[in-house]
């Protein structure tokens, strides 16, 4: 397979929308590209096993190393078989090696990195979307017509709470999903999410990073002066009660494809690809649900927000 060259008609991804008259909501007909080490690609799996929507959109799952070279060439590569990496599957649709050959049949002049998540479409084959703030805001809701109650009326972007989301997630985005942490939010004691009682998108945005935090950002990218079971009781209390109250946080978490990603894709920053085995356990239990306990903290509030 040739390096794409740069005549590229495909410079950003795709960005297309279920439902549309392009790419309907229909079962079974999409299947999902995704790492299990990605906080990208972790939100459209955390979304999928949330909506029910396993039978609706298959996946695919790269392995978690090696990556390729700084250019991102060749790229994330699938198992030759399940039974090579534990997680990782074969190429389900066509049999490829790479990721990067399917970038290349949606667009044989693609230019850009080859991504998860990737949504395809089998009817045309071809790419959908590979840009995972897109597919928070339509997977939640594209297949609800066909979804039982109540999977159908969960809403990760409710009317009532879309100013905030909105306001919110370019810092989010910038401050903590690339940029490493700033977050606090709750309103009060007993609010379990990050806007009160209900779950939005910003969760999803807000679990994928920090489940990665002690994990490896500690160690691995040298962001240690402190860990968030620790030095901020707030998130932890807040990331225990997403991974063990919500079935879809904990079930779309892979700690080995998280860490050996990590760790034997960077040559650079652990040149023995040694993985550390802590630490542990991965999620601590017992969540306080006690108001006078500290699940949440006051919005602005600072003292469980700097520092990391």
């Not at 979304?47 to 029910?52: A, I, M």
């Not at 060749?74 to 039974?83: T, V």
């Not at 240690?224 to 079930?251: C, F, Q, S």
């Amino acid at each position: 397979m040739l390096i794409p060259s740069h005549s590229s008609t495909t410079a950003d991804g795709w960005h297309g929308i279920i439902p549309s008259s392009q790419f309907p909501a229909e079962k079974g007909r999409y299947h999902l590209y995704i790492g299990l080490f990605c906080h990208f690609a972790h939100r459209a799996n955390f979304v999928r096993h949330l909506k029910g929507l396993t039978d609706f959109v298959d996946v695919s799952t790269v392995k978690p190393y090696p990556k390729g070279n700084a250019e991102g060439w060749p790229g994330w590569r699938f198992p030759s078989s399940i039974e090579e990496y534990p997680g990782a599957t074969v190429d389900h649709l066509y049999g490829e090696d790479y990721l990067h050959s399917l970038y290349f049949r949606a667009d044989p002049e693609y230019k850009g990195r080859y991504s998860v998540p990737l949504l395809w479409d089998k009817k045309t084959a071809t790419a959908v979307c590979n840009e995972s703030a897109d597919f928070l805001r339509w997977l939640p809701t594209d297949f609800n017509d066909l979804l039982p109650q109540p999977l159908a009326t969960i809403d990760l972007y409710p009317p009532h709470l879309r100013a905030q989301i909105d306001k919110i997630t370019p810092w989010m985005q910038s401050d903590l999903n690339t940029g490493f942490y700033k977050a606090c939010f709750a309103s009060s004691q007993e609010d379990p999410f990050v806007l009160g009682s209900e779950m939005t998108e910003l969760d999803i945005r807000l679990y994928a990073t920090l489940i990665r935090f002690d994990t490896v950002y500690v160690q691995h990218l040298k962001c240690n002066l402190g860990t968030i079971r620790h030095e901020y009781p707030v998130l932890n209390n807040w990331l225990k009660g997403m991974y063990w109250d919500v079935e879809a946080a904990r079930v779309s978490t892979d700690f080995k494809h998280i860490k050996e990603n990590y760790t034997k894709s960077h040559g650079d920053i652990n040149p023995k690809a040694i993985t550390p085995l802590g630490p542990f356990p991965d999620v601590e239990e017992g969540v306080e649900r006690d108001p006078g306990g500290g699940f949440g903290c006051e919005r602005g509030e600072a003292s469980d927000v700097g520092g990391i």
